[in-house]
């Protein structure tokens, strides 16, 4: 199977502006996580999609929102940009089957957001 | 909400000697502990998990052990090699239907010195 894919995989954007970020996930895996990573914070949570709504949200902004569309592809917008936004995105895909049981979480490549 | 804590934050092991990377979790709620390794520039990568019934795994060079009465999980790789040299994280997940968030550690960057 092909594994998860993000596009774009580098990003440059000025203050005040807005981005979408999407993920591709594994075939058949139906929840999308979204995290955040930067040196100084780690890899930190900000939401999680299964059929089409968001079940977990960690803390972030409203600035950070999502969606997770029926073919279980996800994207991300970040609106009014700071420079603190600038941060390698992932994305997580996993089955998410209904025995209950936390499922390996497959990583994307990442987006590499930079806000100057 | 959940709080993991990793040590150390960087470690540098003669090859062929052992690792061993400890992380304590702050939620007694939690029951699914996997381990990612992420090298320069590349996605995080599983590389073992453990759930909460079970107190030790082993897949090949690399282990995890859990007590869940002290709240810590630690990694073991042994034999180390030069390509187990990247940083390792550890998470914490309370595993339930409806909760696919992972809590990360601060992770800790492996120099393996040939």
């Known amino acids: 199977k092909a594994g998860v894919t993000q596009t774009p995989r580098y990003l440059i954007k000025t203050r005040g502006q807005q981005v979408t970020l999407s993920c591709s996930p594994i075939?058949?895996?139906?929840?999308v996580s979204w995290y955040q990573q930067t040196p100084g914070q780690g890899l930190q949570f900000l939401f999680e999609?299964?059929?089409?709504?968001?079940?977990n949200k960690g803390n972030f902004p409203g600035r950070f929102s999502g969606r997770q569309f029926s073919n279980s592809r996800s994207e991300m917008n970040v609106s009014t940009l700071e420079l603190g936004d600038s941060a390698l995105y992932l994305c997580?895909?996993?089955?998410?089957?209904?025995?209950?049981?936390?499922?390996?979480?497959?990583f994307g490549p990442g987006t590499r957001l930079l806000v100057l | 909400g959940e709080n993991v804590e990793q040590h150390p934050s960087t470690l540098s092991v003669q090859e062929g000697d052992s690792a061993v990377i400890k992380c304590t979790y702050s939620?007694?709620?939690?029951?699914?502990f996997p381990w990612y390794k992420q090298e320069l520039g590349k996605r995080p990568q599983l590389i073992i998990d453990?759930?909460?019934?079970?107190g030790e795994k082993k897949d090949q060079r690399i282990a995890v052990t859990l007590n869940k009465t002290a709240k810590h999980f630690s990694l073991h790789i042994t034999e180390t090699q030069p390509e187990d040299s990247a940083v390792y994280f550890c998470?914490?997940?309370?595993?339930?239907?409806?909760?696919?968030?992972?809590?990360f550690g601060t992770g800790t960057r492996l120099t393996i010195i040939p």
């Open positions: 997580a895909s996993s089955q998410a089957r209904t025995s209950g049981l936390q499922e390996t979480q497959y």
């Open positions: 075939s058949g895996h139906r929840s």
């Open positions: 999609y299964f059929s089409e709504t968001q079940r």
């Open positions: 939620d007694s709620a939690s029951n699914y």
């Open positions: 453990i759930r909460s019934n079970v």
């Open positions: 998470a914490a997940s309370t595993s339930n239907f409806g909760n696919e968030k992972l809590t």
